[in-house]
């Protein structure tokens, strides 16, 4: 019984991240109806930046959150720029294609790079910490990916949902074409929306390195657990998407305390079920 | 299936992507296979002959893709799942003493079974849905063979050194010549099979489902029955590519079989030589092959490997520049020289169709 409630706990935790990783795809989609499948590369740039700043400037991943965030919004923009931006209109082959080929150039650049080798940051500050309450034991690490990982949630949510920007670029995804009317620019919306996914990955890789580690390949298990989580929470819903990350990472936790070799299998058929079941998602209406 | 999204924009008519094109002529055909066989001829290396090998398994394999994704419009991300299912039956089957020419034979309605059952709830879905349901289908047999004991988990198959001879399909490993030429003919076996697909009614008609879905249905075309059709005859196309090169490297695992980069890798190949062209996948494996060979050479023992660098960059590139691939740059230089041929003699110069007329009129 401890057992299970420490995997819900831990699920509810990392399930933050989902959602962090998640809310950027959705977004992309929700606007552009752009699938990015290089959305898990990101997340690993954003791994990568906060390891060599620990590397080579020596900060804690807690510090190196602004750099990973504005380092990986602005690969996002120069993604949207030189490759997204040029097929828009074009077949849904050819986006589909276009995002995929960004994500095996990213993931051949960190391997070209930075050889395939996995780095880890050592005793992260947030390492030290370590509460108990009850028979649940719950690490640092595990708390401040959490509590970052909601909060920028909750930031990307309030700019699309709440400010004037953000209805903007919710108008330009909805009707490019009465938008531009209105003077809103749905290519300048466009390439807000990838700087906006850009600084959430970063944000989770850099929170993702409290206890991960960073490598070539490292988000590849992200993304597919982002797809998950957003036709979980119904595809281009951003409240949707953070209700469904927490909901994936406790399913997660729980299959994981069961069954650990097949949690990623059990989220891919949660995936099938949804989009064959249910398309429109766990909060979505027909 | 329009999606019911809180921030989902309607679907605005989009450029369609690819024109109709004549489907190869005989001479067309006879031309390249003439030039396949003579490789192994004019290049009598080993290596250069291991190339071609792989360059011919992987077009069969891409072909059977484009036949999906290309001409059918279903861009597949799981193409390893039917590749996988050819290698994993013909490996089992061989170590239980059968022969590989039966093995590889009653792989492919298996791997075709396999594709209408995938694509029987799937295709219900368009465009990303489906695509990441293919990865998700593949992924998940990929887990269930690397942990489920019975299939060799992560292990694998190795597969028994027997008598070098046509009917065990193994032959000496100094000349890898009869390897290649077995290679041509399961490519030459499954270009037809495509060929034929394409020239009858189910052809046009996975075409129009291809370039407007609604408009096909509208007609009175059974959407649903040829799109699985095309996923059969792609499934067992790919199997056919796993069959055969089980047979060539004597061993299977998972990565090796069934990975999604293997899926990717034959998405990739088709992008980069001609998507929904006939003889695009097959010179796009061999060109990302032959990349694959220089870059291994060039960065061996680094630890780094160039070739996915590349592979995305030319990916993304193709793309954004040339939708056609490499083939329409290839036809674009060739244009002015037949030209100049045609005003000699003639002959071929019959306009392309007209997009879909014969199944919208």
């Known amino acids: 019984m401890s057992d299970l409630l420490q995997s819900v706990v831990n699920g509810l ?45 020596g ?178 819903s951003i409240t949707g998407a953070a209700l469904a990350g927490l909901l994936v990472g406790v399913a997660q936790g729980v299959v994981g305390l069961y069954a650990p070799s097949y949690t990623l299998a059990a989220a891919l058929a949660l995936y099938l079920v949804v989009v064959l079941v249910r398309p429109q998602g766990l909060l979505g209406t027909r | 299936m329009s999606a019911p999204t809180v921030l989902h924009r309607p679907s605005p008519a989009r450029l369609r992507a690819f024109p109709v094109r004549r489907l190869p002529s005989w001479t067309t055909a006879v031309v390249i296979v003439a030039a396949l066989a003579a490789y192994p001829l004019v290049f009598a290396d080993s290596a250069a002959h291991n190339i071609g090998i792989l360059a011919l398994t992987f077009g069969i394999a891409a072909t059977g893709w484009n036949l999906l994704g290309g001409y059918a419009g279903q861009v597949s991300f799981g193409h390893a799942l039917y590749f996988g299912t050819g290698a994993y039956t013909t490996a089992l089957l061989v170590r239980d003493g059968w022969s590989p020419w039966l093995a590889i034979a009653l792989s492919l309605p298996l791997a075709a079974l396999f594709a209408a059952a995938v694509g029987w709830p799937c295709f219900r879905l368009r465009h990303h849905y489906y695509s990441i349901a293919t990865i998700a289908v593949a992924e998940i047999v990929f887990i269930l063979v690397t942990n489920l004991p019975g299939l060799g988990q992560a292990n694998g ?141 060039e960065f061996s023992g680094s630890g780094r490997s160039v070739d996915l660098l590349l592979y995305g960059a030319l990916i993304v590139l193709v793309s954004i520049t040339e939708p056609g691939g490499l083939l329409a740059i290839l036809q674009r230089l060739w244009a002015p020289v037949a030209r100049r041929l045609g005003r000699a003699s003639r002959t071929e110069t019959d306009p392309e169709p007209v997009e879909s007329a014969e199944v919208k009129a």
């Open chain 1, 13 to 57: 935790l990392i399930g933050a991240v989902f959602a962090l990783v998640a809310v950027g795809l959705t977004l992309i989609y929700g606007v552009m109806d752009v699938i990015n499948f290089a959305h898990g590369e990101m997340v690993m740039l954003g791994m990568y930046t906060s390891f060599f700043a620990w590397s080579v400037l």
């Open chain 1, 59 to 236: 900060l804690d991943p807690l510090w190196s959150i602004p750099l990973a965030g504005v380092s990986i919004a602005l690969t996002g923009l120069l993604m949207y720029v030189g490759a997204v931006g040029r097929v828009l209109g074009r077949s849904p082959l050819a986006q589909v294609i276009v995002t995929f080929g960004l994500q095996v150039f990213l993931r051949g650049l960190a391997q070209f790079l930075w050889t395939p080798n996995t780095r880890t940051i050592p005793r992260p500050w947030a390492a030290g910490l370590r509460w108990e309450i009850g028979p649940v034991i719950i690490g640092g690490p595990q708390v401040i990916m959490a509590v970052g990982a909601l909060l920028a949630t909750g930031a990307v949510a309030y700019f699309m949902n709440r400010t004037r920007l953000g209805g903007a670029v919710r108008a330009a995804g909805e009707d490019p074409a009465a938008a531009s009317l209105m003077g809103i620019d749905p290519r300048k919306m466009y390439a807000l929306c990838w700087v906006v996914a850009g600084l959430a990955t970063g944000v989770a890789g850099a929170l993702l390195m409290n206890s991960y580690s960073a490598s070539p390949t490292a988000g590849v298990s992200f993304v597919l657990m982002a797809f998950v989580v957003v036709a979980f929470g119904g595809f281009g």
């Open chain 2, 157 to 297: 198959w190795e597969l028994p050194v027997v008598e070098p001879s046509l009917a065990n399909l193994q032959f000496s490993l100094l000349d890898k010549r009869p390897y290649y030429y077995v290679a041509l003919g399961f490519f030459c076996v499954a270009a037809l099979a495509v060929w034929l697909f394409l020239r009858g009614r189910a052809g046009n008609y996975v075409r129009a489902i291809r370039d407007d879905q609604v408009a096909a249905a509208a007609v009175g075309i059974d959407v649903h029955r040829y799109k699985l059709a095309a996923a059969a005859l792609s499934g067992a196309i790919t199997a056919l590519a796993g069959g055969f090169y089980v047979m060539y490297v004597l061993f299977v695992d998972p990565p090796s079989g069934l990975g999604l980069d293997l899926s990717v890798s034959f998405t990739l190949m088709a992008v980069l030589g001609g998507v929904g062209r006939f003889w695009g996948p097959l010179l796009g494996a061999w060109v990302l092959v032959f990349v694959q060979d220089l870059t291994r050479q």
